[in-house]
């Protein structure tokens, strides 16, 4: 033992981040398919829609949730910043494993890494643009989606949609909360059916004029 | 089958002469009934090339000398059977230990810094009586940590983890599944809050990042996720309820 890391260590602090990244990852997964469903209502009429957002707004679910969200993102990030390869030696060393390898799971951690930088990056433009046009209206979501945020979308759901099962399936396994091999079918299943209702509540958005007055 | 030609493409490196880069040499063999690997091995270096260094003590998967990556994939050479192989074979020492020389590496010495730091050994204050009766343990008890102690310390499990290949301090599933045993044992009396000082740091189990090459490639099949899993959430419940703990 050395002075240092005598002194520095502390299993309390390193389980409960450990924790914290399992209660943020949790939260923004039930987050992330609240809110695909939730904008889907879209596919059901521009009422509906509009009716949806209202009546967050007008119980301030909103109010409460937008701000739990974005603090939820940040905190998930940071905390699972510590097991990144940040170093370029690290980095190198697990790319030359994962192909000596040749195992999927191993593949999928890379994965997870790689879609997180797309989200961090297409969230926060994601999240300002909503709320720069505030309050959410299907006028406004079709303006912005016809208006060039198309592929950015595309981009984003695929990414959200993979980083939150592959975080999913880790949690569970991890946990040990479920048998590995039989899983991993439903979580497949339910990441194509995910993002399958992600693109045609897109494509909804994008083919549909909405006019203003609508709202 | 029988009558394939094998190519063994082996890394050669000797620490004692590092002027010589390491590289991949190729050797071809012609496979014979029931050929494993580690026969193959031996041959290679009866016929063909006396340098060859590996490992090899019990030739039936007791000892864990012979664990090298086949094909990129950690495993036995004496339980590897050429006939489930291709005809091109890839051969090249277990990352993370100590590389001895081309296909040998020194697990021993990583394996003892780990008894050693997780105090791996039953910790009790009753002083032994030789004439007593010994005491009964029930049986899954028995059985869990039989199940437990299987484990042949190969380092497949270390060779095949991608926070063991980062990380150098991370302790792996042979050192978890090692302390679950002891955790459910009864005859040790360490209380959980020792067992959370060793095991509850990203040095130990949350270092795991769930990957489970290790569960995957396992020689002797010791159900690892679910070892892993005890460990994490023995030490969770620490985390929560400990006062004492720093």
């Known amino acids: 033992m050395i002075l240092q890391k005598l002194l520095a260590k502390s299993p309390k602090l390193e389980t409960r981040l450990e924790l914290l990244e399992l209660a943020t990852g949790l939260m923004l997964f039930g987050f992330l398919q609240f809110h695909m469903f939730a904008v889907s209502s879209i596919i059901l009429g521009v009422d509906a829609f509009n009716r949806d957002s209202a009546r967050m707004d007008e119980y301030y679910l909103s109010y409460i949730g937008i701000p739990l969200i974005i603090l939820a993102l940040i905190v998930h990030g940071l905390v699972a910043l510590r097991k990144a390869p940040w170093k370029i030696q690290e980095m190198r060393v697990f790319v030359q494993h994962s192909r000596r390898l040749a195992h999927l799971d191993t593949w999928a951690w890379g994965v ?104 | 089958m029988a009558d394939r030609l094998l190519t063994f493409s082996i890394f050669r490196y000797n620490p004692i002469t590092p002027e010589i880069p390491p590289r991949m040499q190729e050797y071809q063999l012609e496979e014979t009934m029931g050929m494993s690997l580690f026969i193959a091995l031996n041959r290679l270096r009866e016929e063909l090339d006396p340098s060859l260094m590996f490992d090899f003590v019990c030739r039936a998967a007791i000892c864990g000398s012979c664990a090298m990556l086949i094909n990129g994939r950690p495993g036995l050479a004496c339980k590897t059977l050429t006939q489930d192989m291709p005809d091109r074979i890839t051969v090249m020492p277990l990352p993370v230990f100590k590389l001895v020389g081309d296909l040998s590496v020194d697990t021993g010495v990583w394996f003892r810094h780990l008894n050693v730091r997780t105090e791996a050994w039953i910790h009790t204050d009753k002083v032994f009586n030789p004439e007593a009766i010994e005491e009964r343990m029930d049986n899954p008890t028995a059985q869990a940590i039989y199940d437990a102690e299987r484990c042949i310390e190969c380092g497949c499990c270390i060779g095949a983890c991608a926070t063991a290949n980062m990380r150098a301090d991370f302790m792996g599933a042979a050192f978890l599944n090692r302390i679950a045993r002891f955790m459910i044992d009864p005859r040790d009396e360490r209380p959980m809050a020792q067992y959370f000082d060793v095991v509850g740091t990203d040095e130990g189990v949350f270092g795991c990042i769930g990957l489970m090459a290790c569960d995957d490639l396992c020689p002797m099949e010791i159900p690892l996720q679910g070892q892993l899993a005890f460990v994490r959430r023995k030490m969770a419940q620490m985390a929560l309820k400990c006062a004492r703990c720093k």
């Open chain 1, 112 to 215: 997870q890494i790689l879609t997180a930088l797309i989200i961090l990056v297409l969230a926060a433009t994601h999240i300002w643009s909503v709320l720069v046009t505030w309050p959410i209206e299907a006028a406004t979501s079709a303006a912005r989606i016809q208006g060039g945020y198309f592929s950015n979308f595309v981009l984003l759901i695929v990414a959200a949609e993979i980083h939150a099962m592959v975080g999913l399936y880790r949690i569970l396994v991890k946990w040990s909360w479920i048998h590995r091999k039989k899983f991993t079918n439903y979580l497949v299943y339910a990441t194509i059916g995910m993002v399958g209702l992600g693109f045609l509540t897109l494509l909804v958005f994008y083919f549909r004029s909405i006019p203003k007055g609508l709202s």
